[in-house]
């Protein structure tokens, strides 16, 4: 059975509309506009009930579909084992929406999500949801996703856009083979559109399970498949990644905390990707002083890393030492950063990268302090060889016992746009002292629009969980933040789900200043930071550092009737 509803009006609005109830099991129902060419383009609205569920094998469809005007998109609509389109010029989703399919299709020219709730009730109801983009007149065919989005199934979210993807807020599966599959370029074949390639830009952590769960693809050639990444979610995993193999593609998809001394082997001569997905390791911590090439990575030949922010790293080696990169060649770093501290024993030290060769870092920064018993220590890099450093900073301090230090770059031998050091922190004499600027001037850059303001923040308070970045820029969805989410205020308060978020609290920014906070969740012995802060063994057997210890707290804080189980003090 066909069920098939279709308006043309000529020059006037097409409108159809279904409020009541449409079952058309086995078969197909359509409602749709013709009015691809006409001057004012048609409204198609489901407020009612629709039903194409499949029988004998008989594959049912639901289509709902203005050409060149509004869809718009409520009630429910159920297609069992089928297939549900809704597709216009632009399609609003309320909600209350509720789609049952095997597959559901957005197709829009463009998309924001700003409320993800219908996506996810399908997506838990065990439906495949693919929000994909067109192109018409002026639209750029971007899919913005402005909400978090979270779902329990083994079902894939697949995010397909003509020209750039922006995740701007979270996105979970929570279950084993809850997968994401992200399309952009799509426009072309090579994913050029104009003449700029198409990105992915991770603007918020991507949070997904061990396995093989997240798929990229650029362009639209139909001749090349999806790029298969491999996610990991432990230290052991992240340690045992592949090297000598450039088909190889990792993913990080969720933080690591490290601890102990010397936990860190350098990965060597690594040519793959790694994609961060807006996450961090922390605590990596190397102590090889007589041995080269040391960082996360020791050694790099050809490979691409991103979305990666290492906290808190304490890296000594001999040659080439950085703590995302001991020696980067041929290889590409975007949207990563590093804190902590860099020490060779004889030369090439940097933040991030200790010789960078023939390679590119973009929109990454350092802080810390780095320093070479030799020469050649740089805050970001130490030495720059036939490459290019563009939008990029370091903050810290930076020495030599022999030559060329350099607030940003120990020695330039390449190309550096728009990358600076932070001059009010390294006071010192630099080699590169043309690169100081105020922590006011290079927050300029990203206020000014020299630096993508949508990679780019400045304002602490204004992040979603806050960012203590001692007034400098930090990168959208990957500098770590003090709390999961939240602004602090009572109606959109800092959100606390383990024991590092918790102490957060006596940040200096943040202990006396009337915020507002919730526990999400119950902690205890099992939760993340428990060894390190609330544990006997904490703060060398002190346990926990109460909040308000300094100072006193000024601020609420609501449990949401969860406990905290386990906190351990000792400090008579």
């Known amino acids: 059975s066909i069920v098939n509803l279709i308006v043309n009006k000529g020059v006037l609005d097409a409108m159809v509309e279904n409020s009541g109830t449409i079952i058309a099991d086995g078969g197909e129902v359509y409602l749709t506009t013709n009015a691809v060419n006409e001057l004012l383009k048609g409204v198609v609205n489901n407020t009612g009930i629709i039903e194409a569920n499949s029988l004998d094998g008989l594959m049912g ?10 869809v718009e998109v409520g009630g429910t609509i159920e297609a069992k084992d089928g297939f549900v389109e809704t597709s216009g010029k632009e399609v609003l989703i309320k909600n209350t929406t509720k789609v049952k399919a095997d597959n559901w299709l957005i197709d829009p020219t463009n998309i924001t999500i700003d409320d993800a709730s219908a996506y996810e009730t399908s997506l838990n109801a065990g439906t495949n949801v693919i929000i994909e983009t067109q192109v018409a007149g002026s639209e750029d065919g971007d899919i913005n ?22 995740i701007n807020k979270e996105i979970t599966a929570t279950n084993d083979d809850g997968k994401l599959s992200l399309h952009y370029g799509q426009g072309s074949i090579d994913g050029i559109i104009g003449s700029e390639e198409a990105k992915y830009n991770v603007n918020a952590a991507v949070n997904l399970k061990a396995g093989d769960n997240l798929k990229t693809k650029l362009g639209n050639d139909e001749t090349e498949s999806e790029t298969t990444w491999t996610v990991l979610t432990d230290k052991d995993a992240v340690q045992g990644m592949t090297v000598h193999n450039s088909s ?10 490290l601890s102990g001394e010397n936990n860190w082997v350098p990965l060597y001569i690594f040519k793959g990707k790694f994609d961060g997905l807006g996450h961090t390791i922390s605590n990596v911590h190397i102590n090889n002083p007589s041995k080269p090439y040391q960082g996360l990575f020791g050694y790099t030949d050809g490979a691409t890393i991103k979305n990666i922010g290492l906290i808190n790293t304490n890296i000594t080696g001999n040659n080439y030492v950085g703590s995302l990169v001991g020696y980067n060649k041929n290889s590409t770093i975007i949207n ?15 933040g991030l990268v200790g010789y960078n060769n023939n390679s590119t870092i973009t929109n990454s920064y350092s802080t810390g302090i780095v320093t070479s018993q030799n020469s050649y220590a740089g805050g970001l890099v130490g030495l720059n060889s036939d490459s290019t450093i563009t939008n990029s900073y370091a903050s810290g301090t930076t020495s030599v016992v022999g030559n060329y230090a350099g607030g940003l770059v120990g020695l330039n031998h390449s190309t550096i746009t728009n990358s600076f050091y932070d001059k009010e922190t390294n006071q010192a004499s630099m080699y590169d002292a043309s690169l100081g600027k ?34 400098l820029p930090f990168l959208k969805g990957v500098t770590e933040t003090l709390f999961k989410s939240g602004f602090g205020t009572v109606l959109n308060p800092y959100i606390i789900t383990n024991w590092t978020e918790l102490q957060n609290i006596n940040n200096s920014n943040i202990l006396t200043n009337n915020k507002y906070f919730n526990l999400a969740n ?17 703060n060398s057997n002190k346990g926990w550092e109460p909040i308000g210890n300094s100072s006193q ?13 386990g906190l351990y003090i000792s400090r008579p």
């Open 553 to 565: 707290f000024r601020g609420t804080f609501d449990g949401l009737g969860n406990s905290i189980d």
């Open 248 to 257: 190889k593609n990792y993913a990080l998809g969720s933080n690591l905390t």
């Open 61 to 70: 469809k639901v289509e709902v579909f203005a050409h060149g005007g509004t």
């Open 438 to 471: 105020t922590k006011a001037e290079i927050t300029a850059l990203v206020t000014n629009g020299t630096w993508d303001t949508n990679i780019w923040g400045t304002n602490a308070s204004e992040a979603n969980g806050y960012v203590d970045n001692n007034s």
């Open 522 to 538: 119950s902690i205890d012995n099992t939760t993340s930071g428990y060894s390190n802060l609330a544990s006997s063994t904490a």
């Open 145 to 166: 996703v402005n909400d978090e989005i979270e779902w329990n199934t083994a079902k894939t979210l697949t995010l397909k856009a003509h020209n750039n993807i922006n």
């Open 336 to 350: 990563s950063y590093s804190t902590g501290t860099v020490t060779s024993q004889s030369s090439y030290a940097g």
